[in-house]
Nanobody, 113 residues
């Protein structure tokens, strides 16, 4: 079973930036599609971004132009670079393998002044 460890969250002021990391114990990491999803307080899971095997990316409209997903196949790690953060971005962020449920503990992002 794949193990995922998310990190990099924290408290940041509106307009600030964070970089999230997700380390995967997945020997097929480089051939998998990876997502970032998030869950705000009292809400369901929301898809945020996806990166395909060839590096192609996709983003939810709510984060397009502000977030950038990337992957390092040598390190089995997926990143989410978040800029121009807004209070609505406050949530627990998870990385997931495409088609799978969150398996890590997630990392809390709080955007507040």
């Amino acid at each position: 079973e794949v193990q995922l460890v998310e990190s990099g969250g924290g408290l940041v002021q509106p307009g600030g930036s964070l970089r999230l990391s997700c380390a995967a114990s997945e020997f097929t990491f480089s051939t998998a599609i990876w997502n970032w999803v998030r869950q705000a307080p009292g809400k369901g899971l929301e898809w945020v971004s996806r990166i395909y095997v060839d590096g192609t990316t996709a983003y939810a409209d709510s984060v397009k132009g502000r977030f950038t997903i990337s992957r390092d196949n040598a390190e089995n790690t997926v990143y989410l670079h978040m800029n121009s953060l807004k209070p609505d971005d406050t949530a627990v962020y998870y990385c997931t393998k495409y088609g799978d449920r969150p398996r890590g503990q997630g990392t809390q992002v709080t955007v507040s002044s």
